[in-house]
């Protein structure tokens, strides 16, 4: 990775961190390791030792506390390798229903790593204790109360196993998996810094050197750093032009950055600009909302495919994305322009659009679903739904065009029933976009085109309307 600001540094730490299997097992593991130390070799061992009257502490003498020991530690580590097996089934089920995307929801789950970390806690807790026992300690010298604790840590992870294999259950259900994805796509929109209204601006800075930067790495683009680069652009009256954005994939020479500057910059300005750019092999939901977006299209693409040919599970993904889109419709476009202190424009970013994003979450989907007549009306209600509520001409303008082609597909349907509700569903749905005489939306007096066959075999079409 080449050197970037402190700021992308931290993110990508951060990052790498929250999709790290190992993390938190490993800081409870060291956590646990303290615990032991603590109870075996501190005064906190006196201080505990007229607890061992009680009925639930341990009370044997060292060669059964070495026996016990050994047999709990012996099943936690067969405990953990049968988790280990159960979570690598539920992983290659997921990666070939779902998606293998997804297995990165999975691993980064706190539940999952949680309880992982508990038995590996566990393991280091009790083997800690054992070692620390001889046969020949007499019994004031036995630790009564930490081998009491590495029972209860057993125990812990008992439960725990019932948990997890709940969790884990329930994680290769489609409705499961959607959900959690819908979320992470949610709250990646709420993240989404929003822009200025239209008529705000500042103005452009004028220069006489021009020319364009590349980046000298290949990858896919990650985060982009838009603060360090307004203030670098700010430091040395710049304006630059980023025509990539989080999502891309940039080829290492290809010039996608534009500079406009009074004069030449000096040699380390290039450098800094790279180093806003954070650069991976793999995409990250962080400033990529179509990533997020495309997670939820790939569940229903292969719910779609010949080999699955789960209807419902791409209905129900069509219904999260319609939510996804609502809530974007309600949220002011991405900032296109960051301005300096003065009000200055410094860099025009390559953002996201509500266009894009429609067409991200629907167009792949309409395209696998042209001979699934359920779906296509599912797409069509949901897209209705949101005309009904889009707040910008835009937005509009954007969802119809996307029932107009829903309703061009009704004539490649052979079933004339087929071909009738489909279209009557879709008119439905086109009548929300129908202005009345004050400018609202309302139903319009659209009607079915008229199918003959359909007229023939189903005279009364009354219980239609």
């Given at each position: 990775?080449?050197?970037c600001?402190?700021?992308?540094r931290?993110?990508?730490?951060?990052?790498w961190?929250r999709?790290s299997?190992w993390?938190i097992?490993?800081?409870?593991?060291?956590?646990?390791?303290?615990?032991?130390?603590?109870m075996?070799?501190s005064?906190?061992?006196?201080a505990l030792?007229?607890l061992r009257d009680?009925?639930w502490?341990?009370?044997?003498?060292?060669?059964?506390?070495?026996?016990?020991?050994?047999t709990?530690?012996?099943g936690?580590?067969?405990m953990t390798?049968?988790?280990v097996?159960?979570t690598?089934?539920?992983l290659s089920l997921?990666?070939?229903q779902?998606g293998?995307r997804?297995?990165?929801?999975?691993?980064?789950?706190r539940q999952?790593?949680s309880?992982?970390g508990l038995?590996?806690?566990?393991?280091?807790?009790?083997?800690?204790v054992?070692?620390?026992?001889?046969?020949?300690?007499g019994?004031d010298h036995?630790?009564h109360?930490a081998i009491?604790l590495a029972s209860?840590l057993?125990?812990v992870c008992?439960l725990?196993?019932l948990f997890?294999?709940h969790?884990l259950?329930?994680s290769?259900?489609?409705?499961?998996?959607?959900?959690v994805?819908?979320?992470n796509l949610?709250?990646?929109?709420?993240k989404?810094p929003?822009?200025?209204p239209?008529?705000?601006g500042?103005?452009?800075p004028s220069?006489?050197?021009?020319?364009?930067?590349?980046?000298?790495?290949s990858?896919?683009?990650q985060?982009?750093?838009?603060?360090?680069?307004c203030?670098l652009a700010?430091r040395?009256?710049?304006?630059l032009?980023?025509r990539?954005?989080?999502g891309h994939?940039v080829?290492?020479g290809?010039?996608?950055i534009?500079?406009?500057?009074p004069?030449a910059?000096?040699?380390t300005?290039d450098?800094?600009?790279?180093a806003a750019f954070v650069?991976?092999?793999d995409?990250?939901?962080d400033?990529?909302?179509e990533?997020?977006?495309?997670?939820?299209?790939e569940?229903?693409l292969?719910?779609?495919s010949?080999?699955?040919n789960d209807?419902?599970t791409a209905?129900?993904?069509?219904d999260r994305?319609a939510?996804?889109?609502?809530?974007?419709?309600?949220?002011a476009p991405p900032p296109a322009?960051?301005?300096?202190?003065?009000?200055?424009?410094?860099v025009?970013?390559?953002?996201?659009t509500?266009n894009g994003?429609?067409?991200?979450a629907?167009?792949?989907i309409?395209?696998?679903?042209?001979?699934?007549p359920a779906?296509?009306m599912?797409?069509?209600?949901?897209?209705?739904?949101?005309?009904?509520?889009?707040?910008?001409?835009e937005?509009?303008?954007?969802?119809?065009?996307h029932l107009?082609?829903v309703?061009?597909?009704?004539p490649?349907?052979?079933e004339?029933t087929?071909?009738?509700?489909l279209?009557r569903v879709t008119?439905a749905?086109?009548?929300?976009?129908?202005?009345?005489?004050?400018?609202?939306?309302r139903?319009?007096s659209?009607e079915p085109?008229?199918?003959p066959?359909?007229?023939?075999?189903c005279?009364?079409r009354?219980l239609?309307r």
């Amino acid at each position: 990775m080449e050197s970037c600001t402190d700021v992308t540094r931290l993110w990508t730490m951060l990052a790498w961190l929250r999709t790290s299997l190992w993390m938190i097992p490993a800081l409870m593991g060291g956590v646990a390791a303290i615990i032991a130390y603590v109870m075996l070799f501190s005064n906190l061992q006196i201080a505990l030792a007229p607890l061992r009257d009680q009925w639930w502490v341990f009370s044997g003498d060292a060669s059964t506390a070495r026996d016990l020991l050994s047999t709990l530690l012996s099943g936690m580590i067969t405990m953990t390798s049968l988790v280990v097996s159960i979570t690598m089934v539920v992983l290659s089920l997921a990666a070939g229903q779902l998606g293998p995307r997804l297995i990165w929801t999975f691993i980064g789950d706190r539940q999952i790593q949680s309880v992982i970390g508990l038995f590996v806690a566990t393991i280091l807790y009790t083997l800690i204790v054992l070692r620390s026992i001889d046969s020949e300690l007499g019994p004031d010298h036995v630790p009564h109360v930490a081998i009491t604790l590495a029972s209860v840590l057993v125990v812990v992870c008992l439960l725990a196993l019932l948990f997890y294999i709940h969790k884990l259950a329930r994680s290769i259900i489609s409705d499961t998996m959607i959900d959690v994805v819908a979320r992470n796509l949610e709250h990646a929109i709420e993240k989404t810094p929003e822009g200025r209204p239209p008529t705000i601006g500042g103005p452009l800075p004028s220069g006489a050197v021009e020319r364009t930067l590349a980046l000298d790495v290949s990858g896919y683009v990650q985060m982009i750093d838009y603060a360090a680069l307004c203030k670098l652009a700010a430091r040395h009256d710049a304006l630059l032009t980023v025509r990539i954005r989080a999502g891309h994939y940039v080829v290492r020479g290809r010039a996608c950055i534009g500079v406009l500057a009074p004069t030449a910059p000096p040699e380390t300005f290039d450098d800094a600009v790279r180093a806003a750019f954070v650069i991976g092999a793999d995409r990250t939901p962080d400033q990529d909302l179509e990533y997020a977006v495309r997670q939820l299209v790939e569940i229903a693409l292969r719910a779609l495919s010949p080999s699955m040919n789960d209807t419902f599970t791409a209905i129900t993904v069509v219904d999260r994305l319609a939510g996804a889109i609502e809530r974007l419709g309600r949220r002011a476009p991405p900032p296109a322009e960051y301005l300096d202190a003065g009000g200055t424009v410094r860099v025009i970013a390559d953002v996201s659009t509500y266009n894009g994003l429609v067409d991200a979450a629907f167009i792949q989907i309409r395209q696998s679903a042209e001979d699934n007549p359920a779906l296509l009306m599912q797409l069509a209600r949901r897209l209705g739904d949101l005309v009904a509520v889009a707040r910008t001409e835009e937005q509009t303008a954007a969802l119809t065009r996307h029932l107009e082609i829903v309703r061009r597909l009704v004539p490649e349907f052979d079933e004339p029933t087929d071909r009738h509700d489909l279209a009557r569903v879709t008119v439905a749905a086109l009548q929300q976009t129908e202005p009345d005489d004050d400018g609202e939306r309302r139903a319009g007096s659209h009607e079915p085109e008229a199918d003959p066959i359909y007229d023939r075999r189903c005279p009364d079409r009354s219980l239609d309307r």
